[in-house]
C-alpha cells in the first residue's frame, strides 16, 4: 500500500473526521496518554506566561491534554485537516486556546509565526512527507532553549512490539474502521508506524535536526514499547568568545 500524503490525506482526515473521536476512546489510556506527555513538556507554573504550539491538534485531543497541563499558557492549536480542526474548534475552550487550519509545512503562510515557549506534536510526524523539514520549522518556531514534546506511535524495533501493533491493527481498528467506512484511513496509519522511523532513529534524527537534551520516555499499558514520548530542547547557541 503506498502510504497517503500532504492533500490525499488531509482528505481522509477529513471524511475520518466525524467518527474519529468515537474510535480514538476506545483505545484504553488514549487521552491519559495524551496529558502525561503534554506535562512532560515540563513547563512551570501551568505555563503561566508563555506560548505554545499544539502541532497536528485533530478533533483537539492533544489541545485538551495541553489545557488541563498547562492552563495558564497561551496555546495554538492547528491542524490540515479542515474538517478535524472544524469538530475541534465546536468543542467548549477557555480563551486562551486558538485554532488555525494549516499544514505544518506551511505555518508561516498562514499566519503562525514564533517564538513559541513549546511545541507539542502528537501523532504528526509519521504522517508528513519530509519529517526533517517539519522538525527544522519548529526548531525555528522555538526560543533557544524551547521545548518539544513528540507523543508518537514509534516502534521500539523489537519483533514482539511490532507484533502487537499488527494484531490490534488487524484484529480490532482495520475491522471497526472499514465498517465506518475509513478503512483507507487505517490502512495509511497502521502502515505509516510500520514504515517510520524506530524510536532510537527518530530521537537520532531530532538531534540531527538542531536539538539538545533528547530523551525517549515509554508510555505505560498496550503500547509499551509502540508509542513513546519524545521531548528535546531547542539548542542555545555558543556566546561568542566563551568556552
Known sequence: MTLLRDAELAAAFDRAARSYDTLVAANPGYHAQLRRSARRLGLP???RGTRVLDLGCGTGASTAALAA???EADITAVDASAGMLERAAAKPWPDNVTFVHAPAERLTEAG???PFD???AAYLFRNTAAPDDVLSTVRELLVPGGRLAVH????????AHRAVWAAVCGGIVLPVA???GDGELYRHLWRSVVEFDTVDEFAARVRCSGFDGVRVLPLPGWQTGIAHTVVASRAVPAMAGVR
Open 152 to 159: 508518537e506511535y514509534t516502534l521500539s524495533g523489537r519483533a
Open 69 to 71: 497541563a498547562l492552563p
Open 118 to 120: 513549546a511545541v507539542f
Open 45 to 47: 507554573d501551568g505555563g
Open 178 to 180: 472499514t465498517a465506518l
Open 112 to 114: 503562525v509565526g514564533g
